[in-house]
């Protein structure tokens, strides 16, 4: 099995890159992505790990990603991050798999605690 990679998937380049360092910082792979598009593009099926999703992007927004991540048989954990959502978006990603949704700005200790949540359910 490949090593375990966090997927970090924001149009806002200081947010991938403070999650990237964030991730980095405790020893973690990661991996950026400025869309969902290119996430999608670049996607190799031996991937394992989990993806830190911004909801809101343009052309294809994290809810539309996990949908479609599911429509092909890919169920790789989600914690979602958002600037500002509605409770019932977040509840419906939820319901859909997602294992947290966390709103901008959130405290790096519980974004760490999604991510170790999701990576423990992508190992099960």
């Known amino acids: 099995m490949s090593q375990a990679i966090v997927f970090v998937i924001d149009d806002d380049p200081a947010c991938r890159d403070s999650v990237r360092e964030l991730v980095s910082a405790k020893g973690l792979a990661v991996a950026v992505f400025g869309s969902a598009a290119e996430f999608l593009t670049a996607f190799d099926a031996t991937w394992q790990g989990c993806l830190v999703l911004d909801l809101h992007m343009p052309r294809m927004n994290g ?55 999701a990576l423990r359910r992508n190992a099960s």
């Open 63 to 117: 809810r539309v990603l996990q949908q479609r991540l599911h429509a092909r048989g890919i169920h790789m954990p989600i914690v979602f991050i958002s600037g500002s959502v509605d409770i019932p978006t977040a509840v419906q990603a939820i319901r859909d798999g997602a294992v947290d949704f966390l709103q901008k700005p959130y405290p790096e200790n519980k974004l760490l605690d999604a991510i170790d949540k």
